[in-house]
């Protein structure tokens, strides 16, 4: 065996590590809600959208672990050891009910989704690079993360952390060697996931709503490889290492589809609702400039209370945890840079210690300057100050 062989069987080993303790974290968080829910269905069986709920397992733990170490940190540094018990004892609901391991009859399906994408994908482990903003502040403030527990004011160290995204809390918690060859593999779980749900609905699934929107994509991925200065003009790609931008556009695309999909459906699944809830969650937490995707949530929300599938207490009831966890964000965004919203000037707190009146208008200025944001900054944040 050849170094480069070694070196990628030692990146598979790892990988599949990683892979099955976020299916496993992913599989406990939906059991307890899948409980919880007092359903009588397995959840390995679960469908959500007509698509099996496995696909979504490693996500699912991806959101649990960051939200875990987010309100954690507010008492202990990212690198205490506790933390790596927490995880462990997170693993343990996985003994509610033994695991099935889903499969298709469809054997190319099959050979595509567990075998040919992973291995395929594994090779950008060779040549992959830190992104440019990893330098930058994405590793300093990990590293922050990783050593001190939450500094209030943070953003006064240096502005960009306060843009600070739970991506950060979880890429700090896998800082396990100096390779940070981890953090490189939470962006192929949401590659694999994408992929995975494609292939599903191209290949096994009679879904015309889902089946014909995998088609196209995967035929624009194919195209997009022969495009204007090699291809690359608007698919999912994989981004270098700290880059975040690849995680949300996977999750915006399943989550858009999907909830197009269960507002032709007419239906009500509180498994569904939970998942909507921690992709929309998720997204804002990673992305908060994402946000508006939750409209497709509110207008099915409508639509199912106008024709009687549930009421607002039901949802409600299926809600209040995700809103305490969205609050819980909030607070601590205020904590780290004086603003409900950084660097949004006018959703700051001039009257707290730690945040300078009309500090963070020239970050403002820095953060929309790549794109034509600055143009509508005035007339939106006049629009925004005269409803708060």
């Known amino acids: 065996m050849d170094f480069s062989s070694l070196t990628y069987f030692i990146f598979l080993s790892k990988f599949l590590i990683f892979w099955i303790c976020f299916y496993l974290l992913g599989r406990s968080f939906l059991l307890v809600i899948n409980y919880f829910l007092k359903s009588e269905r397995r959840l390995d069986e679960v469908l959500i959208i007509n698509t099996p709920i496995h696909f979504f397992y490693p996500i699912a733990g991806l ?40 499969s298709s009859d469809n054997k190319f399906f099959n050979f595509f989704y567990y075998i040919f994408v992973p291995i395929i994908l594994l090779f950008s482990s060779y040549d992959i690079n830190f992104h440019y903003d990893a330098g930058f502040y994405h590793l300093n403030h990990q590293l922050w993360l990783r050593e001190s527990n ?41 590659i694999i996931c994408f992929y995975g749900f494609s292939a599903y609905h191209l290949f096994v699934s009679k879904d015309s709503l889902l089946k014909y929107p995998s088609l196209f994509i995967m035929i624009f991925s194919i195209l997009d490889n022969f495009g204007i200065d090699g291809g690359r003009n608007g698919f999912f790609y994989i981004q270098s290492v700290t880059a975040q931008d690849l995680p949300v556009a996977v999750m915006f695309y399943l989550v858009s589809l999907m909830l197009v999909q269960a507002l032709s459906k007419n239906s009500f699944s509180k498994i569904e609702y939970h998942l909507f809830l921690i992709f929309i969650v998720f997204l804002i937490q990673i992305k908060l400039s994402v946000v508006f995707v939750g409209i497709l949530l509110i ?55 730690w945040y300078i009146e009309n500090s963070t208008k020239k970050y403002e200025r820095i953060s929309t300057s790549y794109s034509m944001a600055y143009d509508f900054q005035e007339p939106v944040a006049i629009w925004f100050s005269s409803i708060i």
């Open 299 to 353: 207008i099915h929300v409508i639509n199912l209370i106008k024709k009687k599938h549930t009421t607002i207490s039901i949802l409600f009831k299926n809600t209040y945890v995700y809103l305490f966890l969205f609050t819980l964000w909030t607070i601590k965004s205020v904590l780290v840079s004086g603003c409900l919203i950084f660097p949004l000037n006018i959703t700051c707190f001039n009257n707290i210690g």
């Open 150 to 190: 939450q500094i209030i004011g943070m953003v006064n160290i240096f502005w960009p952390f306060g843009t600070d995204s739970i991506y950060e809390y979880i890429s700090a918690f896998l800082w396990f060697d100096q390779s940070f060859i981890l953090l490189h593999f939470i962006n192929l779980i949401f």
């Open 63 to 102: 959101f649990l672990l960051g939200n875990v170490l987010f309100i954690s940190h507010f008492f202990l540094p990212l690198k205490s050891p506790v933390l790596y018990i927490i995880f462990f004892i997170l693993l343990v609901p996985n003994f509610i009910e033994k695991i099935k391991i889903p």
